[in-house]
């Protein structure tokens, strides 16, 4: 099953992106195929997981019930073979993939990645996914210095405590899938150094 691809932070100006709301969470993933008709296989980012995960086990449970039947319907529509879906879980306490389990969790779609296609542009992405839960889309259009400095202040409207995710609406470097850039809220950063107290191989981790 294919894992989420590594995102930096290279701003590419003058290329139209679209802009999403960057939740603060873990990234886990399900693999779903028109053999089986349903979710198949499930993992966080790198492994893959069950139920009995000690953190991350009850996404399995919330990917199915939120978005198995939905989904399901589009792919079969679509006539697609096999595809990853990516979620972001979290809670309303979640921060850098830390979790309150006392709290409830969610799920929500991030991106998917279609067999014999790759990743989904933006565009298509929210086409398609128009009737289920997405990110919030905060801009479209060329990503400003105006717009970098209100997320990197955290006022950007729309936009939760992390920052934001711009995905390319068309290939720039390498051809397919779209590239993809992510900026932070300075606020989130210091939060994260805190939360460190020195650990910079941690604090690598998480920024």
């Not at 989420?4 to 932070?9: D, M, Q, T, V």
């Not at 198995?68 to 309303?92: A, H, N």
């Not at 709290?103 to 991030?110: A, C, D, R, Y």
Request: aromatic residues 12%; contains cysteine.
């Amino acid at each position: 099953m294919k894992s989420y691809p590594s995102i930096n932070g290279e701003i590419l100006r003058g290329t139209p992106v679209y802009v999403f709301d960057k939740l603060d969470g873990s990234n886990v993933r399900c693999e779903w195929s028109r053999k089986h008709k349903r979710f198949t296989k499930f993992g966080s980012r790198n492994v893959l997981i069950g139920e009995d995960h000690p953190i991350l086990g009850k996404s399995i449970g919330l990917m199915i019930s939120k978005y198995e039947k939905d989904l399901t319907d589009i792919f079969m529509k679509e006539q697609f073979e096999e595809v990853v879906c990516f979620f972001e879980y979290y809670g309303k306490n979640s921060f850098a993939g830390q979790h309150d389990l006392t709290e409830e969790q969610t799920v929500t779609l991030i991106d998917v990645n279609v067999h014999k296609k790759g990743m989904l542009f933006p565009n298509e992405f929210t086409k398609l996914f128009l009737k289920v839960e997405t990110p919030h889309i905060l801009h479209i259009g060329n990503f400003t210095k105006d717009i970098e400095d209100l997320v990197k202040n955290g006022t950007l409207e729309g936009m939760t405590f992390e920052g934001c995710v711009c995905k390319t609406i068309k290939p720039i470097k390498n051809g397919y899938p779209p590239n993809m850039y992510k900026i932070k809220n300075i606020a989130w950063i210091q939060k994260v150094r805190e939360f460190c107290k020195g650990n910079l191989e941690l604090e690598k981790q998480l920024l």
